[in-house]
């Protein structure tokens, strides 16, 4: 990806090409597979040895039509794997019956393939709904005061608080840091900090560090 410096880009490369490479998984993004047509080459002649076992798509529901605005290079996965002859798998922890049919069209997949649905439960996570209209929802401090009583009243429970923008997200840590007991317990994450920081909080959440994370979508869309 982007954040792969060339010399580590090249020597990927290189071991794809060679016979006797050592790579054994590949983890790139539509993007990158779209826009990298030295990568392509390259997985097209490892594809040509025998060398690739498979393709995992992940998060193969934004391959659903509103994936066209999100992430467009999904809609189009299957035109930048035709370099590829290996099955493929299409991961997703979220999509119905209507979805899946979706995915299996957009990506150019055998229409009867083999389909594992496993249950959607997932015991590990809490939801809890609070109706804006009712917390005062034109007053945008009124709702970050409740969020702040919410994450109080949970101790030391882990979260995550999405935002629509960054701008947001970056309203919201403030004020939140802002309260007396919650300054080390919130940080973000959004693609408008550097990568460092990014992983830090991050990282930083991961180990109970930080236990609230106020974050846009880019983190954790399958969460």
């Not at 969020?147 to 999405?162: H, K, P």
Request: with cysteine.
């Amino acid at each position: 990806n982007s954040t792969s410096s060339p010399e580590e880009q090249q020597r990927m490369i290189d071991d794809l090409k060679d016979e006797d490479g050592s790579i054994q998984v590949i983890v790139t993004t539509p993007e990158t597979l779209r826009r990298n047509r030295i990568l392509r080459d390259a997985l097209s002649i490892a594809s040509d040895r025998g060398k690739i076992f498979c393709v995992a798509i992940d998060e193969a529901h934004v391959c659903e039509p509103w994936g066209r605005e999100f992430r467009p290079e999904y809609i189009r996965l299957a035109e930048s794997l035709q370099v590829i002859n290996a099955p493929k798998y299409a991961c997703t922890a979220s999509a119905n019956r209507e979805a899946q049919l979706r995915i299996l069209e957009t990506l150019s997949m055998n229409m009867n393939a083999a389909t594992y649905v496993a249950s959607a439960d997932r015991p590990e996570l809490q939801l809890s709904v609070r109706y804006k209209e009712l917390e005062h929802a034109r007053d945008r401090d009124a709702v970050v005061t409740k969020m702040a009583e919410y994450i109080t009243e949970r101790g030391d429970s882990c979260g995550l608080i999405y935002c629509r923008n960054k701008s947001t997200c970056d309203r919201v840590t403030s004020q939140l840091q802002s309260i007396e007991g919650l300054a080390e317990r919130v940080e973000m994450y959004h693609a408008g900090l550097d990568q460092r920081q990014r992983e830090r909080n991050q990282t930083a959440w991961e180990e109970g560090d930080v236990d609230v994370l106020v974050c846009t979508i880019a983190f954790g869309l399958g969460v």
